[in-house]
T-cell receptor, first 115, second 116 residues
Framework: AAGVIQSPRHLIKEKRETATLKCYPI?????VYWYQQGPGQDPQFLIS???????DKGSIPDRFSAQQFSDYHSELNMSSLELGDSALYFC??????????????FGPGTRLLVL | AQTVTQSQPEMSVQEAETVTLSCTYD???????LFWYKQPPSRQMILVIR??????QNATENRFSVNFQKAAKSFSLKISDSQLGDTAMYFC?????????????FGQGTELSVKP
């Protein structure tokens, strides 16, 4: 079965640079989520989109922005990168159900290293 | 605010034996779902099992089952006939049911080692 696709899988950037992470949800899924997992930590929710509209927002820095496109793929744009942004970034997708709470399926993650 | 607590940072079990991972959560909500995800060394997040809070019957998926105690806000995972491939970090997660695109709230994780 098709899974969530994330690109790139690994990314190395310098401080103050910009990075763009891409996420392609499971076919027919209409909701995408972004999570950040620091070393030795649990995943922290950043932001989600349902039908191309922002659905929920977590502790996402103002330096980060994201959107969901008409084909349901999503991009997370990160500017003015800091050392503390080094982490594993997960995208997850789901098929919306009435009332919410749908199961989220995770991609393999993008490992970002900021030097 | 909702919180999820996993009080066992590390656990180990012998191959073919049974192990139970603990999870407690705090919420004032009545409608929610609970999940267990595993994260093996590859760092992929893999869904293990899901429990709807409105269901009294405990969820099972092959060797994996849960003990869901809603009043006690407890959601433990039992792994039977442990296999070497079960070695992973296990995260308990909570989601409030209120709209599409809701966030998962994770516990701190339990690192499980299955020993041959």
């Amino acid at each position: 079965a098709a899974g969530v696709i994330q690109s790139p899988r690994h990314l190395i950037k310098e401080k103050r640079e910009t990075a763009t992470l891409k996420c392609y949800p499971i076919p027919r899924h209409d909701t995408v989520y972004w999570y950040q997992q620091g070393p030795g930590q649990d995943p922290q929710f950043l932001i989600s989109f349902y039908e191309k509209m922002q659905s929920d927002k977590g502790s996402i820095p103002d330096r980060f922005s994201a959107q969901q496109f008409s084909d349901y793929h999503s991009e997370l744009n990160m500017s003015s990168l800091e050392l503390g942004d080094s982490a594993l970034y997960f995208c997850a997708s789901s098929l919306a159900v009435r009332g919410g709470g749908e199961t989220q399926y995770f991609g393999p993650g993008t490992r970002l290293l900021v030097l | 605010a909702q919180t999820v607590t996993q009080s066992q940072p590390e656990m180990s079990v012998q191959e073919a034996e049974t192990v139970t991972l603990s999870c407690t959560y705090d919420t004032s909500e009545n409608n929610y779902y609970l999940f267990w995800y595993k994260q093996p060394p590859s760092r992929q997040m893999i869904l293990v099992i899901r429990q709807e809070a409105y269901k009294q019957q405990n969820a099972t998926e092959n060797r994996f089952s849960v003990n869901f105690q809603k009043a006690a806000k407890s959601f433990s995972l039992k792994i039977s006939d442990s296999q070497l491939g079960d070695t992973a970090m296990y995260f308990c997660a909570f989601i409030r049911i209120y709209n599409q695109g809701g966030k998962l709230i994770f516990g701190q994780g339990t690192e499980l080692s299955v020993k041959p």
